[in-house]
C-alpha cells in the first residue's frame, strides 16, 4: 500500500507560483495514474490534474489550464504540481491520489490512495 505525502503548500499574493510536491512511500508510483485534487471550506472535494504512468498523457480541470502543470519523477516516487498565476478561488487543501488504473480520469471514486493534503492559500 502506497503512502502519499504532500508539501510546499502556503500563502501566496494573487498572480503568484507555487510548487507542490507528492513524495511516496510503500510502493512505487510507476504503476499508478497520480492525481492533485483541492477542497476548498465548505465545498466538495474537485478535480486539478491527472499524470498517466509515464508521465505522457495528462489531465486537467478546465479551471486550471494553462497556468497548473502536473509532472513527475518515478525514478524519485515523487510527483509535482507546478502553479502559476494563482487567484484567490485556488485556495484550498491540495491533495495527492493514486489511481492503480490504467485510464487517466478526474473521477475522485476511482482514486485508491490519497494524502493528507497541504494548505494553498491565494490572497487577494
Known amino acids: 500500500q502506497v503512502q502519499l505525502v504532500e508539501s510546499g503548500g502556503g500563502l501566496v499574493q494573487a498572480g503568484g507560483s507555487l510548487r507542490l510536491s507528492c513524495a511516496a512511500s510503500g510502493g512505487t508510483i510507476s504503476r499508478y495514474v497520480m492525481g492533485w485534487f483541492r477542497q476548498a471550506p465548505g465545498q466538495e472535494r474537485e478535480f486539478v490534474a491527472a499524470?498517466?504512468?509515464?508521465?505522457?498523457?495528462?489531465l486537467y480541470a478546465d479551471s486550471v489550464k494553462g497556468r497548473f502543470t502536473i509532472s513527475r519523477d518515478n525514478a524519485k516516487n515523487t510527483v509535482y504540481l507546478q502553479m502559476n498565476s494563482l487567484k484567490p478561488e485556488d485556495t484550498g487543501v491540495y491533495y495527492c491520489a493514486a489511481d492503480d488504473s490504467a485510464v487517466v480520469l478526474g473521477t475522485t471514486s476511482r482514486y485508491d490512495y490519497w494524502g493528507q493534503g497541504t494548505q494553498v492559500t491565494v490572497s487577494s
Open positions: 499524470a498517466s504512468w509515464s508521465g505522457g498523457r495528462t
